[in-house]
């Protein structure tokens, strides 16, 4: 199966997702008024999502003073609302992420390995800069746990990039 990559620079498709505390709902693919910041984790089954999740909750003042940021898992309201509680996360945290929405975005996608991990297809972690008109500028996916974009260097890297207004690369 080939499986479709967004394409930088283009507008991504209107996906909308849910806010587990606060109704309402996120929704990207369509013009805004500031730079969003789409996060996708694996879900409530894992430490590493929550480790990445924690660092990006102790830098978001730096974050949401350049960009929106939203973060985005297939886990159900419960086990969304349970992370947010358990940890003290402040971002909107949305979650009922579907498989159309995660191939739609180009992430991996996984079965769990047992029950005890979760009991559902899940997506493998992801990172979305996109820019108010809805076109992507950056994309980071994985398909495992262990890669993540170190935040410190991605945040510098947007606020280069908005300041500057540089273009969107790698399109060739």
Known sequence: MTVTKPRVGAHIDELSFPIADGGGS???GQAR???TMLFVYRGRH???CKRFLNK???ALPSWVAIMDVAV????????ALADKEEFGWEFDLCYGMTEEQMRSLGLYVSEPLSEAE???????PGAFAICPDG??????????????PDLEELLDGMK???DNNRPVRGTA
């Open 135 to 148: 076109s992507l500028m950056l994309v980071d996916i994985s398909n495992g746990p262990a890669a993540r």
């Open 118 to 124: 979760t009991s559902h297809l899940f997506s493998e």
């Open 160 to 162: 280069f990039n908005i």
């Open 26 to 28: 996120i929704t990207i």
């Open 56 to 58: 990006l909750n102790d």
């Open 33 to 35: 008024d500031r730079w």
């Open 46 to 48: 894992c430490p590493r």
């Open 72 to 79: 985005v898992s297939a886990d159900s309201r419960e086990k």
